[in-house]
């Protein structure tokens, strides 16, 4: 369908590093449209953690990074920290459809 | 600084319409594109739409035949309104802006709406 495909979960202990791919096509990911990230607490709204690929906000802390290769993209975060538990988003524009897509969600569990 | 500020009702009944409104502190609303996007209890995010000061708009294809997103410079406000709702409607409704590049750096603090008579 029209959608990003994440994994569901991923977890690790405090201090390692966790990586959350996000796997599109030719029509989103795999044109010259970026890649954006979002991190949401519970309860609260989404706040965006990279723009363009792999451009950090300021106030972003640098243990988050992001890349894209062909189709699909990824967000790193090293040195896991506790507070960083929480869901993560990808989005892109995708042009077959023409709307923005988001991706279908990632939880981040600190162990 | 910028700030988004929503206001609406959290209860629409079945086949009424739905209005919610975003009210802009801190940054020209002649910039960006002023953008509404939901989230279904317990799942995703899905992008509504978005309008711009030019008149410019664009609205999800899902949703379009039932949506409109429109602007006021005057007030600093923007506005969703969406048609015929049903319980697949009720989500947390929030507004965005914040590039022209399609990602969204400000947020409002979100709108519970639920669908039900």
């Known amino acids: 369908q029209f959608v990003l495909t994440q994994p569901p979960s991923v977890s690790g202990a405090p201090g390692q590093r966790v990586t959350i791919s996000c796997t599109g096509n030719?029509?989103?990911?795999?044109?010259?449209?970026?890649v954006h990230w979002y991190q949401q607490l519970p309860g609260t709204a989404p706040k965006l953690l990279i723009y363009?690929?792999?451009i950090r906000p300021s106030g972003v802390p640098d243990r988050f990074s992001g890349s894209k290769s062909g189709t699909s993209a990824s967000l790193a975060i090293t040195g896991l920290q506790a507070e960083d538990e929480a869901d993560y988003y990808c989005?892109?524009?995708?042009?077959?459809?023409?709307?923005?897509?988001f991706g279908t969600g990632t939880t981040v569990t600190v162990l | 600084q910028v700030q988004l500020q929503q206001s609406g009702p959290g209860l629409v009944k079945p086949s009424e319409t739905l209005s919610l409104t975003c009210s802009v502190s801190?940054?020209?609303?002649?910039?960006?594109?002023w953008t509404w996007i939901r989230q279904p209890p317990g799942k995703g995010l899905e992008w509504i739409g978005y309008?711009?000061?030019?008149?410019?708009?664009h609205y999800n294809p899902s949703l379009e035949s039932r949506v409109t997103i429109s602007l006021d410079t005057s007030k600093n406000q923007f506005s969703l309104t969406l048609y015929s709702v049903t319980s697949a409607d009720t989500a947390v409704y929030y507004c965005?802006?914040?590039?022209?590049?399609?990602?969204?750096?400000?947020w409002g603090q979100g709108t519970l709406v639920t669908v039900s008579s």
């Open positions: 965005a802006t914040g590039s022209d590049s399609g990602y969204y750096k400000w």
């Open positions: 801190g940054v020209s609303m002649s910039s960006y594109y």
């Open positions: 309008t711009h000061h030019t008149g410019a708009t």
């Open positions: 030719s029509s989103n990911i795999g044109t010259y449209y970026g």
């Open positions: 363009g690929n792999n």
């Open positions: 989005q892109c524009y995708d042009s077959s459809v023409s709307r923005y897509l």
